[in-house]
């Protein structure tokens, strides 16, 4: 039996269109998934994604809408019922936030960052979970990264919606389980998308991530999507509520 069989499941990836997510929406797709992809914005983007979903021999569904607005989650869920009719897999992994320092961050900018980083996998498990079947399984995986659980300059509102983030994913695991759905969250290392563009230190960070990893390169965000298919395969069927970190062994370091 090939325990990555994915073939004819469903998936939605939000932030799908771009960067890591989109890595993920192509990974899904060329293992048979049909994958529904959210974004925000930028519809070219989201439109050629969906296009390479197709070309891959997947079907494809595009779902914009902000995340951290429920009456949105509600508008996605109908589009996924009418057009999939279920869900198997449902990666939280669209993020956005304020980069300041602590003591420049107003209460606008930290409701924007948790929102969005945080709550969302709250709305969006609700909406999920009632489609995903209990004799086949389902699969939330929840992208967050290092600084959950270290500083990072600049990164207080999002750093601290990353462990919101990672403490949600086990409390949803706890619930979860029982239903048979796995709730994991992946950690990443500095993956080169355009997020980083909005980093005062871009280029330090690059740099110093590049020398440091004990890999020897970057995170690329297809090292991502391959953990994504891992904690979304019988391969880690008693895996619930972890946070794995794919960063080439950067955070080992002291
Ligand atoms: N890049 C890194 O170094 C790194 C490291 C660790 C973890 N991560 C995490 O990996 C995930 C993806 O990051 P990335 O670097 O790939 O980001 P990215 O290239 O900036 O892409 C962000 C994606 O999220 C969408 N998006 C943003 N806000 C949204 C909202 N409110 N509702 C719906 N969609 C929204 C964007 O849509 P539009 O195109 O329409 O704007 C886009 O598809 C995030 O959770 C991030 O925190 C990134």
């Given at each position: 039996m090939d325990e990555m069989n994915m073939k004819g499941r469903f998936a939605l990836v939000t932030g799908g269109s771009?960067?890591?997510g989109r890595a993920i929406a192509l990974e899904l797709a060329s293992r048979g998934v049909n994958v529904a992809i959210n974004y925000l914005r930028n519809k070219t983007a989201a439109m050629e994604t969906a296009r390479a979903i197709?070309?891959?021999?997947s079907r494809s569904l595009l779902l914009k809408g902000n995340v951290a607005q429920r009456d949105h989650l509600d508008r996605l869920f109908e589009r996924i019922e009418s057009e999939f009719g279920r869900l198997d897999i449902l990666?939280?992994?669209?993020?956005?936030?304020?980069l300041k320092s602590a003591l420049e961050l107003t209460e606008r900018h930290w409701h924007w960052t948790m929102d969005i980083?945080?709550?969302a996998l709250l709305g969006l498990v609700q909406k999920a979970a009632p489609l995903m079947k209990k004799?086949?399984?389902?699969w939330v995986v929840a992208v967050s990264s290092l600084g959950a659980?270290?500083?990072?300059p600049h990164y207080a509102a999002v750093g601290a919606s990353k462990a919101a983030?990672?403490?949600l994913v086990r409390h949803l695991a706890l619930e979860l389980a029982p239903q048979g759905i796995h709730v994991n969250a992946i950690s990443a290392g500095v993956v080169e998308t355009d997020a980083?563009?909005?980093f005062p230190e871009r280029d330090s960070i690059l740099e110093n991530s590049r020398k440091r990893t004990p890999a020897g390169r970057l995170t690329a965000p297809e090292d991502v999507a391959k953990a994504v298919v891992f904690l979304c395969s019988p391969m880690s069927d008693m895996v619930h509520g972890q946070t794995l970190v794919v960063d080439g062994g950067y955070s080992i370091l002291a």
């Open positions: 771009r960067g890591i197709e070309e891959a021999g990666v939280s992994n669209a993020a956005s936030g304020v980083n945080a709550g004799e086949e399984g389902g659980v270290r500083a990072i983030l990672e403490s980083l563009k909005f």
